[in-house]
């Protein structure tokens, strides 16, 4: 059975930083894509960032792009977002998510991930 459990949020000033993590059980973590996801409240889910499953290729909403970093280790099972000059419209609980098949390229759509963690909130005051 697929796990993902992310931390790392908390309440942080406007311009500061954060690093979030996503600890991945269950199968081999290395030939699946990952993506983070946020959602506000009031608002749909929407992509922030996503990596393949070597870290060779990451792909970026606009909105983060310059600010936030993805990566992975695959020896620790882990993803990680490095979230740098946040705003407080970054405030949203975020979410790592996967696809079900090895090797998937998901984009950033958010039916095309199968499994999700239970998210952790991020909160920028102003």
């Known amino acids: 059975q697929v796990q993902l459990v992310e931390s790392g949020g908390g309440l942080v000033q406007a311009g500061g930083s954060l690093r979030l993590s996503c600890a991945a059980s269950?199968?081999?973590?290395?030939?699946?894509?990952m993506g983070w996801f946020r959602q506000a409240p009031g608002k749909e889910r929407e992509f922030v960032a996503s990596i393949n499953w070597s870290g060779g290729s990451t792909y970026y909403a606009d909105s983060v792009k310059g600010r936030f970093t993805i990566s992975r280790d695959n020896n620790k099972n882990t993803v990680y977002l490095q979230m740098n000059s946040l705003k407080p419209e970054d405030t949203a609980v975020y979410y790592c998510a996967t696809p079900k098949f090895p090797f998937q390229q998901p984009a950033g759509v958010v039916g095309r991930y199968d499994y999700w963690g239970q998210g952790t909130p991020v909160t920028v005051s102003s």
């Open positions: 269950g199968r081999t973590f290395s030939t699946y894509h």
